[in-house]
């Protein structure tokens, strides 16, 4: 597998950031060059919106990224980036941040440069379940909108996943308009199910098929969990009711971030 390389600020990390990583990925094992607060001021001429330590939990937490290195300062023509002992095989870099100099640069170190076409970024392919089920483990399912998922989600699901394989229901576009209103959600099933399916703690994502607030209900009798796990936002009398007639054990989980890093709404970064 050939050692790769990426490079940048993944401030405010998207989808399309997401899809950049999975196309990095069938080069071989990424490592990402993440641009720290002091290089992005640098560079930037501003603070980034989420600091050095959130960006990092979060692509530390993406399946497709093998090891997050912080850079203090920009690979320059002097030096091949060599960080405990790793030495790059293939750049991968967006389409929109096709340079000259990193071209060069590549040439000179004898490193494949390889450039990812925005518009294979804006297609969100179905993930193939990944992660075997351990039969000495309980089966835990979480529910909910993920509009716009942020390190809060990250963190629940690592949390969530610490008491079995994790499976995750994404309510569908159709429900969250109806249990919402106009103009949710703000991203599509398929984009919301594909950041999800994207982290590592998660065995298996899936598209709710329900309706309501148990629009998950289809999915819960086909998956046949043990554990009903949410957050304090998520806890409604629908879901323990439910629990209690079907016998699961039902959690929940105080809503809070990771040690070190600011508390996340979706509703705050969404706007509405």
Same mark, same amino acid.
């Given at each position: 597998?050939?050692? +790769?390389? +990426?490079?940048?600020?993944?401030?405010?990390?998207?989808?399309?950031?997401?899809?950049?990583?999975?196309?990095?990925?069938?080069?071989?094992?990424?490592?990402?060059?993440?641009?720290?607060?002091?290089?992005? #001021?640098?560079?930037?001429?501003? @603070?980034?919106?989420?600091?050095?330590?959130?960006? #990092?939990?979060?692509?530390?937490?993406?399946?497709? $990224?093998?090891?997050?290195?912080?850079?203090?300062?920009?690979?320059?023509?002097?030096? $091949?980036?060599?960080?405990?002992?790793?030495?790059?095989?293939?750049?991968?870099?967006?389409?929109?941040?096709?340079?000259?100099?990193?071209?060069?640069?590549?040439?000179?170190?004898?490193?494949?440069?390889?450039?990812?076409?925005?518009?294979?970024?804006? +297609?969100?392919?179905?993930?193939?379940?990944?992660?075997?089920?351990?039969?000495?483990?309980?089966?835990?399912?979480?529910?909910? @909108?993920?509009?716009?998922?942020?390190?809060?989600? $990250?963190?629940?699901?690592?949390?969530?996943?610490? *008491?079995?394989?994790?499976?995750?229901?994404?309510?569908?576009?159709?429900?969250?308009?109806?249990?919402?209103?106009?103009?949710?959600? *703000?991203? @599509?099933? !398929?984009?919301?199910?594909?950041?999800?399916?994207?982290?590592?703690?998660?065995?298996?994502?899936?598209?709710?098929?329900?309706?309501?607030?148990?629009?998950?209900?289809?999915?819960?009798?086909?998956?046949?969990?043990?554990?009903?796990?949410?957050?304090?936002?998520? !806890?409604?009398?629908?879901?323990?009711?439910?629990?209690?007639?079907?016998?699961?054990?039902?959690?929940? *989980?105080?809503?809070?971030?990771?040690?070190?890093?600011?508390?996340?709404?979706?509703?705050?970064?969404?706007?509405?």
């Amino acid at each position: 597998m050939k050692t +790769v390389i +990426v490079a940048g600020s993944f401030n405010n990390i998207k989808s399309q950031d997401i899809r950049f990583l999975q196309e990095a990925s069938k080069f071989g094992a990424v490592n990402v060059f993440l641009w720290s607060d002091s290089l992005f #001021q640098q560079i930037e001429c501003r @603070s980034p919106e989420f600091p050095e330590e959130e960006r #990092q939990y979060f692509l530390e937490s993406v399946r497709y $990224v093998q090891h997050v290195f912080l850079c203090d300062r920009q690979i320059n023509q002097e030096e $091949v980036p060599q960080i405990k002992r790793i030495k790059p095989e293939v750049w991968v870099v967006r389409e929109s941040e096709d340079s000259p100099l990193t071209r060069q640069y590549c040439l000179l170190h004898g490193i494949q440069y390889s450039i990812v076409k925005e518009s294979e970024l804006v +297609v969100f392919p179905i993930i193939p379940f990944t992660k075997a089920f351990d039969p000495s483990r309980q089966k835990v399912i979480v529910t909910g @909108s993920f509009d716009w998922l942020h390190t809060g989600h $990250v963190r629940f699901f690592e949390e969530t996943a610490e *008491l079995g394989d994790l499976y995750v229901v994404v309510g569908h576009d159709q429900n969250l308009r109806l249990l919402k209103g106009e103009g949710h959600p *703000l991203f @599509s099933e !398929d984009e919301r199910i594909y950041m999800v399916q994207s982290i590592r703690f998660v065995n298996q994502a899936l598209i709710s098929t329900g309706h309501g607030w148990m629009d998950a209900e289809p999915e819960i009798e086909k998956i046949k969990p043990d554990i009903y796990a949410v957050n304090e936002d998520g !806890d409604v009398p629908e879901k323990r009711e439910f629990c209690r007639e079907h016998g699961l054990k039902y959690v929940i *989980l105080r809503r809070k971030p990771k040690p070190g890093l600011k508390a996340r709404q979706s509703t705050t970064l969404r706007g509405f």
